[in-house]
């Protein structure tokens, strides 16, 4: 089916009910498989904490903390190779033992994957409304086993799931103490709203791609206290201690909090009062709706010199919204970054998606010296962020990645 096809029609059942779709995932499983590897490379080593992705991997004993090297590697070519390699080793031995090898969010490590699974999200956000916090994205590999996380609490995530290999079979059990069974196989995905439970089987060497989409209150919440947060930190002297006081208290010391709560508190109230929050909130905002919720979004490639003569390709449109008198926040792929005057809007009217024209011919069509350092540096920060491409031939030492994009996720 196409784009338009299932998101129409997971559109119809968007809130409302779980569903079975038509859907191709938007990478295959080798494309997917390849991505899990590079995840796992540092947890070969050993356990990694504070990090992203993360890599844990589920056996009929339990989850291993350091997997060590029953993690896939280069040496483990396709899902199916690494399925057969961990069925010889302890503590998977033998044709019946199980397991899932989970890998949350991997994707800004991988840019075209990223990209791909960002236009299918941007296709069904058109349908169902773009939400307001980052969406998070898990890869599966797995084999025999049985996983019942969603049982625990009802999920405050609605969840999509494509199988990109093999079966997943979802039991969603209901209110009057039946259940709803969902089986997908390749090229179909899976939905089921927020608020359900679910136990999920994987089978025959199933690989799924995941989104779980925030839809409960308390998350907007915590995002915004979050940000409360950061700038509190800003205005406070803080030494890494959380301050002890005498006690019992001392005679005559007066009541109330200690001067140090209160000082939280006073930085709390400047904090939310003061014109930080909302601008840190608008940029946010700007960089998610870019990059269609998928956060976190892949670090910028590396730049290449912009002479006059270079050609570009306009590949990805620019976001811009409103930031006071004169400025704007420019948002593209999940970046963001303030651009001020009236020449940059100059700028963006001439990069509409498709366009190609030299840095020269764009410095002369905004009335700019063509070796203008402003619009070099703008230009150049674009391509970095992957907005524009070089549409002519690369010159010695630039990387590849510069020249015509960065290759399709199927492919």
């Known amino acids: 089916m196409s784009a338009t096809d299932w998101t129409e029609l997971l559109g119809r059942a968007w809130g409302k009910e779980p569903a079975r779709l038509a859907a191709a995932a938007p990478a295959d499983p080798a494309h997917l498989h390849r991505t899990v590897v590079a995840a796992c490379g540092p947890f070969r080593a050993g356990t990694v904490f504070r990090t992203l992705p993360q890599v844990r991997l589920h056996t009929p004993y339990g989850w291993l903390g350091a997997p060590g090297r029953l993690l896939p590697d280069a040496a483990d070519p396709t899902p199916a190779a690494y399925r057969d390699r961990l069925r010889a080793e302890p503590p998977g031995s033998g044709p019946d033992a199980g397991f899932l090898l989970s890998v949350r969010q991997p994707l800004h490590t991988d840019p075209v994957l990223w990209a791909a699974v960002r236009d299918a999200l941007a296709a069904l956000w058109e349908r169902v409304g773009l939400p307001c916090l980052p969406v998070e994205a898990e890869l599966t590999e797995g084999d025999g086993f049985t996983r019942l996380r969603g049982l625990a609490v009802p999920s405050e995530h609605a969840v999509l799931t494509w199988v990109a290999a093999g079966v997943l079979e979802v039991e969603l059990p209901d209110r009057d103490g039946g259940s709803r069974v969902l089986r997908a196989g390749v ?28 839809r409960a209150r308390r998350l907007a919440t915590g995002a915004v206290k979050n940000l409360l947060a950061e700038g509190v930190r800003d205005r406070l002297e803080y030494d890494g201690a959380v301050p002890g006081m005498p006690y019992p208290p001392p005679v005559g ?89 009236a020449a940059g809007e ?66």
């Open 346 to 411: 100059r700028i963006a009217q001439q990069l509409w998606p498709g366009r190609e024209l030299t840095v020269g011919e764009l410095c002369r069509a905004v009335g700019a010296d063509e070796r203008n350092t402003a619009v070099l540096a703008l230009l150049g920060k674009l391509h970095r962020l992957r907005a524009v491409d070089l549409a002519d031939p690369a010159e010695p030492g630039e990387p590849a990645d510069s020249i015509g994009g960065e290759g399709r996720a199927d492919g």
């Open 187 to 214: 090229g179909e995905l899976l939905y089921w709203p927020e608020g359900s439970r679910w136990r999920e089987h994987h089978r025959d060497g199933c690989v799924t791609l995941r989104i779980s989409v925030p």
């Open 253 to 341: 010391t007066p009541a109330g909090p200690p001067a140090a709560l209160l000082a939280v508190g006073e930085a709390v109230r400047a904090a939310a009062d003061g014109p930080e929050l909302p601008a840190a909130l608008r940029t946010r905002w700007a960089a998610w709706c870019s990059s269609a919720g998928l956060e976190p979004a892949p670090d910028p490639r590396p730049g290449v010199p912009l002479g006059p003569g270079r050609r570009l390709r306009v590949v990805r449109p620019l976001l811009r919204l409103p930031d006071g008198p004169g400025r704007r926040i420019w948002a593209v792929d999940g970046h963001a970054f303030p651009v001020g005057g």
